[in-house]
Nanobody, 116 residues
Framework: QVQVVESGGGLVQPGGSLRLSCAAS????????MGWYRQTPGKERELVAT???????NYADSVKGRFTISRDNAKSTVYLQMNSLKPEDTAVYYC??????????WGQGTQVTVSS
């Protein structure tokens, strides 16, 4: 089993920055991919960015050039640096850990609100 806990959400003005953190615990040796997804009311959860244990990254087109995902394997922690935030980035952000066996574990979510 893997437990996932996010932190770092909040309210920020357009153009501002936030950094999200996600710490995994438990059977962390089984984790391959860690990533961030987001969801707004009435919409499906969508991928924001992922990073493999080896460091390969993948981003949604909407965040490329603005968001950066990074990972500390020793701490089983993944980060999402969000710059140049836009109102449309407002969502609940969820951390995901996927094991080598493709089993998914999710955090409880953290709210990010971009508003003036």
């Amino acid at each position: 089993q893997v437990q996932v806990v996010e932190s770092g959400g909040g309210l920020v003005q357009p153009g501002g920055s936030l950094r999200l953190s996600c710490a995994a615990s438990g059977s962390t040796f089984s984790i391959n991919v860690m990533g961030w997804y987001r969801q707004t009311p009435g919409k499906e959860r969508e991928l924001v960015a992922t990073i493999t244990r080896a460091g390969s990254t993948n981003y949604a087109d909407s965040v490329k050039g603005r968001f950066t995902i990074s990972r500390d394997n020793a701490k089983s922690t993944v980060y999402l640096q969000m710059n140049s935030l836009k109102p449309e980035d407002t969502a609940v952000y969820y951390c995901n850990s996927r094991t080598w066996g493709s089993r998914d574990f999710w955090g409880q979510g953290t709210q990010v609100t971009v508003s003036s």
